[in-house]
C-alpha cells in the first residue's frame, strides 16, 4: 500500500504562485517507481488531470488548460514530486490530488492510477 500526501494548497491571488509536493508516507515505500499524476476536482464536477510524469522522469503531460503555467517534476532523493503553479487564475480553484501508479506511464487517465492522496484545496481569489 501506498500512502500519498499533498500539501502546498492555501488561498492566493491571481497572478500568485504556489507550489504543490506529493510525498510517500508510506514507511519503506519510494515514488521513484511510481507515475505520478496531479489531478483537480470541482465539488459537482469530474475529476481532471492537471499534469503527469512518469516514473522515470522522462515524460510529462500538460493540460492544455495549464501549459506554459505549471511544471511537474521529481526529487527521487527527496521521495517528493512537484507542482509548481504559476500565473494562477480563479479557474484554477480545486482540490488538487496526486496520484501514483507503479512503473507507469505520463497517464493523464484516472483509472490508470492505483492510490491517491486526500487531496490539498487551492483558492486563487480574483
Known amino acids: 500500500q501506498v500512502q500519498l500526501v499533498e500539501s502546498g494548497g492555501g488561498l492566493v491571488q491571481a497572478g500568485e504562485s504556489l507550489r504543490l509536493s506529493c510525498s510517500c508516507a508510506t514507511s519503506g515505500r519510494t515514488l521513484s517507481r511510481y507515475a505520478v499524476g496531479w489531478f483537480r476536482q470541482l465539488l459537482g464536477k469530474e475529476r481532471e488531470s492537471v499534469a503527469a510524469?512518469?516514473?522515470?522522469?522522462?515524460?510529462?503531460y500538460y493540460a492544455d488548460s495549464v501549459k506554459g503555467r505549471f511544471t511537474i517534476s521529481r526529487d527521487n532523493a527527496k521521495n517528493m514530486v512537484y507542482l509548481q503553479m504559476n500565473s494562477l487564475q480563479p479557474e484554477d480553484t480545486a482540490v488538487y490530488y496526486c496520484?501514483?501508479?507503479?512503473?507507469?506511464?505520463?497517464?493523464?487517465?484516472?483509472?490508470?492510477?492505483?492510490?491517491w492522496g486526500q487531496g490539498t484545496q487551492v483558492t486563487v481569489s480574483s
Open positions: 510524469i512518469s516514473w522515470s522522469g522522462g515524460t510529462t
Open positions: 496520484a501514483a501508479a507503479l512503473w507507469g506511464g505520463a497517464s493523464r487517465v484516472p483509472r490508470e492510477y492505483s492510490y
